[in-house]
């Protein structure tokens, strides 16, 4: 099974950016599609981004794409987030997630590893 630690997160101003990492262990890391959802209080944690196992493909939702970059070091077993110019409406916690074989998304909640989440605070 595998195991995820997050990293990256902390307090930015707004139009600022920060880049999230996400290291794997205890499995291949190839077998395993990544992404990121993110969650406020009160709120279903929700789909950011995703990317197939060899980053052949990437996913993205309404709300960061065009924004947001999502990629993948297989000989490194990380998965990055990139996100400048940041709102405060991205305030959130991230979690980094992993699909066996598949690509995490909103379908797949119930097959994805998550990680523990790491703290992501746009001030405006």
């Known amino acids: 099974q595998v195991q995820l630690v997050e990293s990256g997160g902390g307090l930015v101003q707004a139009g600022g950016s920060l880049r999230l990492s996400c290291e794997a262990s205890?499995?291949?890391?190839?077998?395993?599609?990544m992404g990121w959802f993110r969650q406020v209080p009160g709120k279903e944690r929700e789909f950011v981004a995703g990317?197939?196992?060899?980053?052949?493909?990437?996913y993205y939702s309404d709300s960061v794409k065009g924004r947001f970059i999502i990629s993948r070091d297989n000989a490194k077993n990380t998965a990055t987030l990139q996100m400048p110019s940041l709102k405060p409406e991205d305030t959130a916690v991230y979690y980094c997630?992993?699909?066996?074989?598949?690509?995490?998304?909103?379908?797949?909640?119930?097959?994805?590893?998550w990680g523990q989440g790491t703290q992501v605070t746009v001030s405006s």
């Open positions: 990317i197939s196992r060899f980053g052949l493909r990437t």
């Open positions: 205890g499995g291949s890391f190839s077998d395993y599609g």
């Open positions: 997630a992993a699909s066996w074989i598949t690509t995490p998304s909103p379908e797949t909640r119930d097959k994805i590893y």
